[in-house]
Each structure stands twice: as structure tokens, then as C-alpha cells.
């Protein structure tokens, strides 16, 4: 197992260095004048050449790459001050830490993240489950049929609804908020409850029909039919022996599906108007500032890397043939 995470660690290293390598050289690439974009309309020459020389725009592309990576690891010093590790860089936009900021905004982003995929697996699996366990019952049927129809929704049509029933119209909840789980745990719930279902929302109809399913083909194994010709419970079969094996389509997919969770986030922060890393990207990419997309790039290419060494480790545990392979 300890040479399956090294493993994984190592190629995680290697992406992010290349998403970096290559989110920097499509930003060089492009036809922008940082410095004059920093500078406003009513720049003098002497200006702008103090902000490039400030910006390190003066640099060889090169060394401007060199001295971005290598500030991640040892910091790097800047005009107004030193930026310690890991340092992004400083925005051009603002001129604030890239650091700084993304870690203001992070906690929002995966306490989103982190929200809809607690609610989708809990419901998802759960309801597929239920409808395994009682096939061919009415239940199954509902679960099956408004899984179909949830998996049609998509979060820029049904969150204008939610909000428009739950806080315009009948003024139940409040607008969505991010206050710190630190500071109030009963508050950061109920600001991110509505944003939180609404991500979840297709993720849960598509847990629920693959969770169905997995059971359903676990159930029909022969070492399952095996166990039940024994005289073993139904409730103990059901847990025993196929609960488990039907996980490992299901772990497969989150670590894909936690890519799709994260950029999901763009579009409910935008939504709802939250001021996560998905509207920090999108106000780095509309301004041109590099240090702010190339920062928040590798952040989320991070956190997804991370996750799925997690994934793939819960994977290993269920499937001893993944960590041997």
C-alpha cells in the first residue's frame, strides 16, 4: 500500500508542475499587455516601465516561469515586501498576495464541495440501495423515476427556482451566505444548505441509478446465491457480500466526478452570488491576471489531485488487485 500512494503522490507532482507550465504559457502566449492593463488609460511611459519592472514583465518568459514555480517552494521577494512560501505571486489586478486571497476564498469553494458530496452520497446510495433491496416495489419505482427526472436539471435553472420559492417569494430562509464553520457551525449550515442541495442535486440522480444497478448486479453473483442457498439472512447477505463489492464502480466514478463537483462550483457560486474560487477564477480570467488564474488553477488542480489519491486509496482497500497491478 505504501508504494501505491508514493506512487500516486509522485504523479500527482508531475501534473501539477505541467498544468502550471502549461497555464503560464497560454497566458504568455496571449496577445495582452499586462502592464498596460495594470497601468489605466492616463499611463506615462515612465510608469508603465515601473510597472513592468514591478510586475517582473522585463524578465525573459523563462525566468518569469522559474521564479513563479520556485516561489511556490522557497517564496520570492516582491517590491512591497517578501511573500513567503508558498507564494503565487502577486495579483496584478489588486496587488494583493494570490495566497492570501485564495485561502480567504478557499473555505467557501470546499465547504461547497464538500457539502453537496456528503448529500449525495448520503442520499444517492441510500436510495439506491433501498430501491435494490425492494425490486420491483413501488419503491423502487419512485426512486428510479425521479432520479430520471433530476438528472435533467442543471444547477443555472434550478437554483433561480429554489431561490425564488424558498427566499423571494415566501421569505422562509435567508439569501445564501458563507459564515466559518469555526465561528458558527448552525450558520454556515443554514447559509449553504440551499446552494449545497442544488449541486448535489444531479450528482444524487446519477448516484442513485448507479447504485441501483451495482446492487442489483452484486446480488445476481454467484457467491451472493451461494451464501443465501446456506440459509444466510437476506439482511446479512445484502451487507456482507453485496453492499461492499457494489462500491467499487461507485468509488471509481466519484474520483472522475470530484473534477466535475469542483467546476461545478463556478457556476453555484455565480448562482448564488458566493465569493468562492470559482468567481475568483472567473475575475482572474476577465481581468488577464496571471498570477490570480495560474494560482487558483494549480490550487484546484491540488485539492482534485489530492482527492482523488484519496479515492484511489479507499479503492485499493476494497480491490487488493488495484494496489498490486
Known amino acids: 500500500m505504501l508504494q501505491f500512494i508514493i506512487r500516486r503522490t509522485v504523479g500527482a507532482v508531475v501534473t501539477l508542475f505541467l498544468i502550471g507550465a502549461a497555464t503560464f504559457f497560454l497566458f504568455v502566449a496571449a496577445p495582452s499587455d499586462y502592464a498596460s492593463l495594470a497601468c ?27 521564479d513563479f514555480m520556485s516561489g511556490i517552494v522557497v517564496g520570492r521577494d516582491f517590491p512591497d515586501g517578501h511573500c513567503a512560501a508558498p507564494c503565487l505571486g502577486q495579483s496584478f489586478y489588486s496587488g494583493d498576495m494570490v495566497w492570501d486571497t485564495i485561502m480567504d476564498r478557499f473555505p467557501l469553494t470546499i465547504s461547497l464541495t464538500i457539502g453537496a458530496m456528503v ?9 439506491g440501495m433501498l430501491a435494490a433491496y425492494r425490486r420491483g ?27 425564488l420559492i424558498f427566499v423571494y417569494s415566501t421569505g422562509w430562509v435567508e439569501d445564501p451566505k458563507y459564515v466559518p464553520f469555526t465561528d458558527d457551525p448552525f450558520g454556515w449550515l443554514a447559509g449553504l444548505w440551499i446552494p449545497m442541495v442544488v449541486m448535489a442535486t444531479i450528482f444524487t440522480a446519477q448516484y442513485t441509478r448507479m447504485a441501483r444497478a451495482s446492487l442489483v448486479e452484486q446480488l445476481a453473483e454467484e457467491h451472493v446465491r451461494t451464501a443465501r442457498a446456506k440459509g444466510m439472512p437476506k439482511q446479512y447477505v445484502f451487507f456482507r457480500y453485496a453492499w461492499r463489492g457494489s462500491l467499487i464502480p461507485i468509488v471509481t466514478v466519484l474520483g472522475i466526478d470530484l473534477s466535475s463537483l469542483l467546476g ?11 465569493q468562492g474560487i470559482g468567481r475568483l477564477a472567473v475575475d482572474g480570467a476577465v481581468n488577464k491576471d496571471l498570477p ?23 479503492y485499493a482497500w476494497i480491490d487488493p488487485r488495484v494496489r498490486l497491478s
Not at 448529500?119 to 436510495?127: C, K, N, P, R, Y
Not at 416495489?137 to 429554489?162: C, E, W
Not at 461545478?264 to 458566493?274: C, P, Y
Open 119 to 127: 448529500v449525495f452520497l448520503t442520499v444517492g446510495i441510500g436510495a
Open 40 to 66: 489605466g488609460r492616463d499611463c506615462s511611459p515612465a510608469r508603465l516601465e515601473d510597472i513592468r519592472e514591478a510586475l517582473g514583465l522585463n524578465l525573459p518568459v523563462a525566468q518569469q516561469f522559474w
Open 264 to 274: 461545478g462550483g463556478v457556476v453555484t457560486e455565480l448562482t448564488f452570488s458566493l
Open 292 to 314: 490570480l488564474t495560474m494560482g487558483v488553477m494549480l490550487v484546484g488542480a491540488f485539492v482534485i489531485l489530492l482527492l482523488n489519491i484519496l479515492v484511489d486509496i479507499v
Open 137 to 163: 416495489s413501488a419503491i423502487d419505482k419512485i426512486a428510479t423515476g425521479t432520479s430520471m427526472v433530476l438528472s435533467s436539471f442543471q444547477i443555472y435553472f434550478l437554483g433561480p427556482i429554489v431561490l
